[in-house]
Structures are given as structure tokens and as C-alpha cells.
């Protein structure tokens, strides 16, 4: 089975400024899915950018970008002047793209925003 | 926005006792899933539902566990003997599609607590 591991437990951040948030995965497939998706408190999870394996350009949606590095089998995420609203969990996920349509996801990160 | 809704935010139980999670998918969505993620550890698959029947399920769906689609809105999932052990965040989600394109929308959780 796939496993995605999310390494941070925890981030902060000053406004305005950058983070990376760290997401390892083992699979033995060579076409997937990888999404990035947060979750702000009491608050549903949402989609924040995804990454087809087969593409090499790394996703980018206006300030979250990602490094996708398919040999390492590392998908990180790039959060470009961090806002307030930013604070959240953020959740790594897998789905492969053959048969079967669950994902598998990490631990989560949770990352604090300071003013 | 359409949102997927779920009831109750936090529902309390004595080990033993029936317990049903409710989830109202976005209308026009085809499929539905449950996920669970028990405190500290990873969000994990439970079961996905499509054409009023499981499409697939985890090793963790056993017999205790049952999901009903009983009217053209609601989503249940019924465990029938909680455990100690079946304690977590319990998410349902939606799609309209199976495809990777589509990613699935996850309602807010309810929290299972059982005692």
C-alpha cells in the first residue's frame, strides 16, 4: 500500500513571508496523483493544488507552488507571502491513477501564521 | 458554494452502542466516501459508495461497519458495537466523478468519542 509521510507536525511563519511544508511517499506505481489540501479550524478540508506524476513542470495556483521530485519521491509545498488566512492543517495526499479512487493521506502539518 | 455538510460536529457514545454518522454530499455529486483519522494519526480510507452500492473498502470497513444512502440526500455510516478504538474524526466527501480531475470534497467531520 502507498504511505505518505509528512515529517512536520507543526510550522509557523511570519506574514508576508515564505514556507515550505515537507511531504514524502512510497509507491511502487509510476502514474499518480499528489494533492496538497488544508483545512482551516472547524472547517472542511479544501483543495489547495495538485500534481499529476507524469508531468515534470511543478503545479503552481497564485501564491502555492510545489517541488515535485519523482525519483525522491518528495512533494512539497510552497506557501509565497503568507497571509493570516493561510493558517491551517495541510494535508499531503496520493491517488493513484489506476483502479481505485481513495487517497492515501499524511499526518498533516499545522502551520501558524504571525502577524 | 455547494458544501458537504455533516451531523452531528461531535457525537458521544458508551462502547457497545449503535452509532450513525450523517453526511449530506453536494447534490449532484456521484460518488461518496468515509474517512477516518483517529487523533494524531493519518487520515485513512474507510469506504467508497457509487450507484448505491460499496465500490471499495478497506481493511478497516469490517463487519461492524455499514453505509446506506437511504434517500437522494443523505450518506450514512453506521458502526453497530463502537469500540475504544473507533474514537476519531470521522470525514465524508464527495465527487462527481471518479476521475483524478475531480477532487473530492470533505465536509467539516464529526468527532466520535466513545467511552
Known amino acids: 500500500a502507498q504511505t505518505v509521510t509528512q515529517s512536520q507536525p507543526e510550522m509557523s511563519v511570519q506574514e508576508a513571508e515564505t514556507v515550505t511544508l515537507s511531504c514524502t511517499y512510497d509507491t511502487s506505481e509510476s502514474d499518480y496523483y499528489l494533492f496538497w489540501y488544508k483545512q482551516p479550524p472547524s472547517r472542511q478540508m479544501i483543495l489547495v493544488i495538485r500534481q499529476e506524476a507524469y508531468k515534470q513542470q511543478n503545479a503552481t495556483e497564485n501564491r502555492f507552488s510545489v517541488n515535485f521530485q519523482k525519483a525522491a519521491k518528495s512533494f512539497s509545498l510552497k506557501i509565497s507571502d503568507s497571509q493570516l488566512g493561510d493558517a491551517a492543517m495541510y494535508f499531503c495526499?496520493?491517488?493513484?491513477?489506476?483502479?481505485?479512487?481513495?487517497?492515501?493521506f499524511g499526518t498533516g502539518t499545522s502551520l501558524t501564521v504571525i502577524p | 458554494e455547494p458544501e458537504v455538510t455533516q451531523t452531528p460536529s461531535h457525537q458521544v457514545t458508551q462502547m457497545g452502542q449503535e452509532v450513525i454518522l450523517r453526511c449530506v454530499p453536494i447534490?449532484?455529486?456521484?460518488?461518496f466516501y468515509w474517512y477516518r483519522q483517529i487523533l494524531g494519526q493519518k487520515v485513512e480510507f474507510l469506504v467508497s459508495f457509487y450507484n448505491n452500492e460499496i465500490s471499495e473498502k478497506s481493511e478497516i470497513f469490517d463487519d461492524q461497519f455499514s453505509v446506506e444512502r437511504p434517500d437522494g440526500s443523505n450518506f450514512t455510516l453506521k458502526i453497530r458495537s463502537t469500540k475504544l478504538e473507533d474514537s476519531a474524526m470521522y470525514f465524508c466527501a464527495s465527487s462527481d466523478t471518479d476521475s483524478w480531475l475531480y477532487e473530492q470534497y470533505f465536509g467539516p467531520g464529526t468527532r466520535l468519542t466513545v467511552t
Open positions: 495526499a496520493y491517488r493513484s491513477a489506476g483502479t481505485g479512487n481513495q487517497f492515501y
Open positions: 447534490s449532484n455529486h456521484l460518488y
